[in-house]
């Protein structure tokens, strides 16, 4: 009834499938041979685990370091170093109790 002359639609089908999956792992191949090849090139420039190291990413500080003989300030009250009667301080910290 079925001529090979004439493949019948499933034929064709399973036919097709094979040539899309041999042609899906030839492109699969073909890119990792590619990655492959990348990395070793990348690996000659670069080998970190040949004692290499990342490059030191800050250069400088922009902001000088404060010297050992500068005056520091002194200890201050909660008034003080708010600028406020000593009053209304401890009324505020009575509140918050």
């Not at 493949?7 to 899309?20: E, S």
């Not at 190291?53 to 009250?77: F, L, W």
């Amino acid at each position: 009834m079925h001529d090979a002359a004439f493949p019948t639609r499933a034929t064709r089908a399973r036919d097709n499938a094979g040539t899309l999956k041999a042609e899906k792992k030839r492109i699969a191949e073909e890119a990792n041979a590619k990655r492959s090849e990348a990395a070793k090139v990348q690996h000659e420039v670069s080998k970190p685990y040949a004692g290499e190291n990342m490059p030191e990413m800050v250069v400088g500080q922009t902001v000088p370091a404060p010297s050992s003989d500068a005056p520091r300030p002194g200890k201050k009250s909660k008034s003080q170093a708010s600028n406020t009667n000593a009053g209304a301080v401890a009324r505020g910290e009575m509140t918050t109790r």
